[in-house]
C-alpha cells in the first residue's frame, strides 16, 4: 500500500489545516527576521515607525495583516512562518518530486543489477536518501559515480 495520501483538491480545508497565529513566539522570530539590520533601518524600510516596531519586538502590540506581510517580505521570510512559526522560515516548501524519487531507486538498482550486488534494504534507503538529497541541492551524478557509490555501498 502506499504511503502517499491523494488529496482531494475540491475539498474544503478544515480550519486546523491552516496555520495559527502564535503571538509569544512572533517577537522573537521577528527579531531573527531583522538579522543584523538595525531596528531603526529596519522599521523605515518596512514603511513602520520606529516605536511600533520595538512595539512588536517586545509584543506589547501585534501588527496587522499589512504590516506582518510587509515585514516578511523585507526580511525575505516566510509570511506563514513570521506570523505563526510553522514551515520553514525561507517559505521553501519540503515536497516529495516522485519523478526525481523514482529516477534515483532505478538507478541505483540498475547499478546493483549491473555489478549482481544486492543492498540491505537500510543501507540501500540511505544511499537513495542521500542521492536525492543531492539531486534536490542541484548537483547532479552521471552514471559512472553512480554505479561507484553503487558498488561501495553494497560490500
Same mark, same amino acid.
Given at each position: 500500500? =502506499? +504511503?502517499?495520501k491523494?488529496?482531494?483538491? /475540491? $475539498?474544503?480545508p478544515?480550519?486546523?489545516?491552516?496555520?495559527?497565529?502564535? !503571538?509569544a513566539?512572533?517577537? $522573537?522570530?521577528?527579531?531573527?527576521?531583522?538579522g !543584523?539590520?538595525? &531596528?531603526?533601518?529596519?522599521a523605515?524600510?518596512?514603511?513602520?515607525?520606529?516605536?511600533?516596531?520595538?512595539?512588536?519586538? &517586545? !509584543?506589547g502590540?501585534?501588527?496587522?495583516?499589512?504590516?506582518?506581510?510587509?515585514?516578511a *517580505? &523585507?526580511?525575505?521570510? =516566510?509570511? &506563514?512562518?513570521? +506570523?505563526?512559526?510553522?514551515?520553514?522560515?525561507?517559505?521553501?516548501?519540503?515536497?516529495?518530486?516522485? /519523478?526525481?524519487?523514482?529516477?534515483?531507486?532505478?538507478?541505483?538498482?540498475?547499478?546493483? *543489477?549491473?555489478?549482481?550486488?544486492?543492498? +540491505?534494504?537500510?543501507?540501500?534507503?540511505e544511499?537513495? +536518501?542521500?542521492?536525492? $538529497?543531492?539531486?534536490?541541492?542541484?548537483?547532479?551524478?552521471?552514471?559512472?559515480?553512480?554505479?561507484?557509490?553503487? *558498488?561501495?555501498?553494497?560490500?
Amino acid at each position: 500500500m =502506499s +504511503a502517499l495520501k491523494t488529496v482531494n483538491m /475540491a $475539498e474544503k480545508p478544515t480550519p486546523s489545516a491552516f496555520p495559527s497565529w502564535d !503571538g509569544a513566539g512572533f517577537p $522573537e522570530r521577528l527579531l531573527e527576521a531583522k538579522g !543584523g539590520m538595525s &531596528t531603526l533601518a529596519f522599521a523605515k524600510k518596512c514603511g513602520i515607525s520606529e516605536s511600533s516596531f520595538r512595539k512588536y519586538l &517586545t !509584543g506589547g502590540s501585534v501588527p496587522g495583516a499589512d504590516k506582518l506581510l510587509e515585514m516578511a *517580505q &523585507t526580511a525575505g521570510v =516566510s509570511l &506563514t512562518w513570521l +506570523a505563526s512559526g510553522e514551515g520553514r522560515r525561507d517559505g521553501v516548501e519540503e515536497r516529495l518530486d516522485v /519523478a526525481t524519487l523514482r529516477s534515483v531507486i532505478a538507478g541505483v538498482e540498475a547499478g546493483l *543489477q549491473e555489478i549482481g550486488g544486492t543492498m +540491505a534494504p537500510e543501507k540501500k534507503a540511505e544511499l537513495i +536518501a542521500l542521492l536525492y $538529497e543531492m539531486h534536490c541541492n542541484g548537483e547532479s551524478i552521471s552514471a559512472k559515480p553512480m554505479l561507484r557509490l553503487v *558498488q561501495l555501498a553494497s560490500r
